[in-house]
């Protein structure tokens, strides 16, 4: 047998019972699962047990090594409740390496608090909290917990590690269930020990996870939750609140969703008259859609109300009609139901919205969701609506929920569908400038700066600020150390494709530095890259870049009268798998033209080709940082 499996056998040997860690020894925990590491998850088992479609009980045992502060959190226990979740035990013990209890925690003593969101007005939930984190590391916890569910919606998921700085010795869990109620299954990363018995209409299933140590995350990849061993579970059949479903499909999803909003879309006499009014003289749908999203965007305001099954299922249209306000799925539903009474079809569409979104697979249907919009089919173009923004331009899905699968309820149930996808044409930032060089090294600067698509999404927050906010948002973000904004405009073009062109003019108190009868100047001054990614030898994960973008800038140089360029970089042409950067400077009498074209590449790459991309990057940095040298010929 291996000597590590031994180890380990030996370790878990020898807790003869949750609760009796005090014989642990420290130095039991294999090195390699414990050097460099933040925290080792020691023991941990977990067990779903389900009584019928309302009622199962979540028991969870778990016993952690904190090796330093970062591993802290795992000594920090939330859980969080509410009519749906109960808690119905806990006990956590803090030891230290010699078995000595250091602290003891239990249902009564934990600290209780609401668990409101910051962007809701009323929530029901709330979260106990255990602190368990001690000063001296390492130290052990232990802890141990029961949950009642009263549906089975929410059936927690399975990640066999924690965090990439943290390893595991051992880690189940159990799903004991009523045979004909056995929640659905995808295993993720990793192949796990699966047993599986069956017994008198009841089934246990057991997944089992044995020694793994985890992955310090790495610049330009996915993350640690793209290589986490997870198996994530969905209910076959469930009941929320009064609502049964089962959710064996996308499209069995969807039908339930259809039962969460049916008879939610009556809207009153007068609204009905007032929005067809409005949209009388359009002709497409793309025109009544706009007509009707900019009259959501002015009478609405986003506000966030979740209880029970108010959390998934939207008021009724009329209430936000009457109210003026909603979250997103009341304001998607709202904008369906006024769009429906001038007889424009749309969907209402279930989305992971923001960074780093779940995959949707269409084998395995799960609620990976956050968040709702709408999506119109027009004649031209599939149009999509973010409701909840008061400023968004009709039509733009952008970086929050743009480029994903998302789930869009027909009339017939669910359907997997993929939201716009954003090129680098659509991406890009497109600068062109005229800087005029003083013999003291200063300089004047005007600039015209397109931020157009993601890009523009940088600049979007200060739009709607004083001309004195965006002057600091400036100073802010502009890669120059020392000038002064004479004069700034910023133009908001609120198309499908979104537009932001800055225009500024500029003092820069040291554009080029003296020496002598020459001057030295840095002829990219306005969008430069400034950092080389870090070497890494070993590296771990794939490069992920989940976007594409395209740079162009044109600066032209008027030179101080009696100057010339003595030196001047070569011109500089890189095409590869990440991308393309071009740099070239051109002479015309006494001008001089920077001309520079970055195009950024989106997509997975092979972890191999992590030395390849840095030296991409490595030479645009270099590039850019290039000087031209000129010099007084008097």
């Known amino acids: 047998m291996n000597r590590s ?33 933040d925290a080792v998850v020691i023991k941990s088992h977990q067990e779903f047990n389900i009584t ?48 000595n209890t250091l602290e003891s925690i239990n249902k009564g003593s934990m600290n209780d608090q609401s668990a409101i969101s910051n962007f809701s007005l009323y929530e029901d939930d709330r979260v106990k909290i255990a602190n368990l984190t001690q000063k001296n590391f390492p130290y052990f916890v232990e802890i141990e917990y029961e949950l009642e569910f009263k549906s089975l919606f929410f ?8 965090g990439g700085d943290e390893s595991m010795i051992q880690s189940s869990y159990s799903i004991i269930s ?37 992955i310090s995350y790495e610049p330009y990849s996915k993350g640690f ?32 969703q259809l039962l969460l909003n049916k008879g939610r879309g009556e809207l009153s006499p007068s609204t009905i008259s ?58 998607s539903n709202y904008t369906k139901s006024l769009l429906s009474s001038i007889g424009v079809k749309s969907y209402y569409t279930i989305v992971d919205a923001g960074d780093n979104p779940r995959s949707l697979y269409t084998d395995f249907a799960y ?9 119109v089919p027009a004649e031209r173009d599939t149009v999509w609506l973010e409701c909840t923004s008061q400023t968004n331009p009709f039509g733009y899905a952008g970086s929050f929920t743009g480029d994903r699968d998302v789930l869009l309820v027909t009339d017939d149930g669910g359907k997997v569908v993929h939201t716009p996808v954003y090129t680098k044409k659509d991406n890009s930032q497109i600068t062109t400038a005229e800087v005029i060089v003083n013999p003291n090294g200063s300089a004047t600067v005007a600039t015209k700066i397109k931020y157009s698509g993601l890009q523009s999404e940088r600049v979007t927050g200060i739009i709607s600020e004083g001309n004195e906010e965006q002057k600091k948002w400036v100073l802010k973000n502009t890669q120059i150390s020392d000038f002064n904004i004479q004069s700034l405009d910023l133009v908001y073009d609120k198309k499908k494709i979104p537009e932001i062109t800055q225009t500024m003019e500029i003092e820069i108190h040291k554009m080029a530095s003296n020496s002598g009868k020459r001057l030295f100047i840095q002829p990219n001054v306005l969008n430069k890259l400034s950092k080389t990614p870090p070497k890494n030898e070993n590296r771990q994960f794939d490069l992920y870049f989940e976007n594409e973008y395209y740079d162009q800038d044109s600066v032209i140089f008027t030179l101080p009268e009696n100057y010339h360029i003595e030196f001047a970089p070569d011109p500089i042409n890189l095409d ?31 972890k191999s080709q992590y030395n390849e991309f840095r030296n991409f990057r490595k030479a645009i940095v270099k590039a850019d940082k290039a000087k031209v040298v000129l010099v007084d010929k008097t």
């Not at 579970?233 to 499909?249: A, I, L, N, R, V």
Request: aromatic letters at 12%; a neutral charge; one cysteine or more.
């Open 576 to 606: 590869t798998p990440f991308g393309k950067y071009s740099n070239e400077i051109f002479v015309e009498s006494d001008k001089m033209i920077l001309v520079r074209k970055l195009e950024l590449n989106k997509g997975t790459f092979d």
């Open 274 to 331: 007032e929005i067809s009014s409005l949209t009388k003289n359009s002709k497409t749908i793309e025109e009544k859609s706009k007509i009707v999203y900019e009259y959501v965007q002015n009478k609405t305001r986003y506000v966030s109300i979740q209880l029970g099954i108010g959390g998934w299922q939207p008021f009724p249209a009329s209430t936000v009609d009457e109210l003026g306000y909603g979250d997103c799925k009341a304001l």
């Open 5 to 37: 499996l031994i180890v380990v056998f030996i370790l878990i040997s020898s807790i003869t019972s949750w609760g009796q860690i005090n014989i642990l020894s420290f130095s039991a925990i294999p090195d390699s699962l414990k050097n460099k590491m």
């Open 52 to 99: 019928d479609q309302k009622n199962a009980s979540y028991i969870v045992k778990q016993t952690f090594a904190i090796l330093n502060k970062d591993g802290a959190h795992l000594a920090y226990e939330r859980l969080y409740y509410d009519d749906r979740v109960k808690i119905r035990r806990f006990k956590g013990q803090a030891y230290d390496v010699l078995g």
């Open 225 to 256: 939750r793209s290589v986490n061993p997870t198996v994530i579970f969905s209910p076959s059949q469930f009941t929320y609140d009064e609502y049964s479903g089962d959710m064996s499909t996308w499209e069995s999803y969807g039908k339930w």
């Open 367 to 375: 609620n990976a969701f956050n968040h709702v919009i709408l999506c």
């Open 155 to 162: 059936i927690p998921n399975f990640y066999a590690l924690t």
């Open 178 to 214: 009523p045979t004909n109620l056995l929640p659905n299954y995808k295993i993720i990363n990793g192949t796990p020990l699966v047993t599986k018995e069956e017994k008198d209409g009841i089934t246990n299933i057991t997944f089992n996870f044995e020694n793994i140590r985890g």
